[in-house]
């Protein structure tokens, strides 16, 4: 008797979104099964993958990872232009980190100013990501959000404690959004809720669950970001059907694994590959999950992923 692949189907769906605009724009989200369970339903479009860029020189990357982009990372633009052009990147990311105030508490003008040049350098989908200061963020973000109108960007991330501004901001500029909540599903439903009522379609919102690295909680991750897709497909559960974010490389890229010294732990190997593996694995699990656009920041890792996406498309 031949096997039978048990197959589960759902009544629920991802929601899918056109990121960008033009030639290269992109597609995120869809399909009406588990990632990569194509033989239940229809999957979802391929996972797209962001390189990250910022505003400032990345003080804080390990070696590894800044010199990879050392003869650019003064200029933004450049940057940008150079992830297109040469590492072939399908959409950018740019973090307004110098704007914290912090780090450099750069201007909401030099913020525009940053923002107004990468949009100039490129064509891929950019995503607008602020520095992860509430009150900052609801200044720069809106500005960000007027400086690209029409671009068809995503902006964020949107928080509980200044969600209401920067929706206004890209309602306003015709984005998208990104919705962040602290790796708990109920907190992230209630967020997306909230965004909804402020009249944001739900076909415009990204959900930002949080990230954590592989060995630092991850676990946990992914089981909150399978849970909130499982609550899409089968309970179609409509707050929970925006694609999903992994913000990888910043959690990534800042733990002992990847910036410990060969020198103290050579039995950890080189720290280069090391690293490389760290961002891979971890974003590679978290596609599975259910992520739908990750960012990234080694194209070293950028590759592994793509290979892996490859060979499972």
């Not at 913000?247 to 020198?263: F, N, R």
Request: proline share 5%; with cysteine; charged share 20%.
């Amino acid at each position: 008797m031949a096997y039978v692949i048990p197959k589960e189907n759902f009544s629920g769906k991802v929601l899918e979104m056109t990121l960008g605009a033009g030639d290269k724009a992109a597609v995120v989200g869809g399909g009406s099964a588990l990632p990569f369970h194509s033989f239940e339903g229809e999957g979802s479009t391929r996972p797209l993958i962001a390189l990250e860029i910022q505003d400032v020189p990345p003080s804080d990357w390990p070696d590894e990872v800044k010199k990879q982009y050392s003869s650019v990372s003064d200029d933004p633009a450049g940057w940008a232009k150079y992830c297109q052009n040469d590492l072939g990147a399908k959409a950018v990311a740019l973090r307004l980190v110098g704007t914290h105030p912090d780090r450099e508490n750069r201007s909401v003008e030099d913020a525009v100013g940053t923002v107004k040049a990468v949009l100039d350098a490129v064509d891929v989908p950019l995503i607008i990501l602020g520095s992860n200061h509430v009150e900052k963020d609801s200044q720069v973000l809106v500005a960000a959000a007027e400086a690209a109108s029409g671009k068809n960007c995503v902006i964020g991330k949107a928080q509980e404690a200044n969600y209401k501004t920067i929706v206004a901001a890209a309602l306003a500029n015709n984005h998208k959004l990104i919705a962040m909540s602290e790796l708990d599903i109920n907190l992230a439903k209630q967020l997306n809720i909230l965004i909804g009522q402020m009249g944001f379609s739900s076909d415009r919102v990204l959900t930002d669950p949080m990230c954590s690295a592989l060995g630092y909680g991850l676990e946990y991750t992914y089981s909150v970001m399978e849970r909130i897709r499982l609550a899409a497909l089968a309970q179609n559960d409509t707050t929970m059907q925006p694609p999903i974010v992994g913000d990888v490389g910043m959690y990534v890229w800042k733990i002992k694994e990847v910036m410990a010294p060969e020198t103290d732990l050579p039995e950890w190997g080189a720290i280069e590959e090391r690293g490389i593996a760290w961002e891979s694995i971890t974003a590679t699990s978290l596609m599975v999950a259910g992520v739908n656009l990750l960012i990234m920041r080694h194209p070293k890792a950028v590759e592994g992923v793509n290979k892996t996406l490859d060979e499972l498309t």
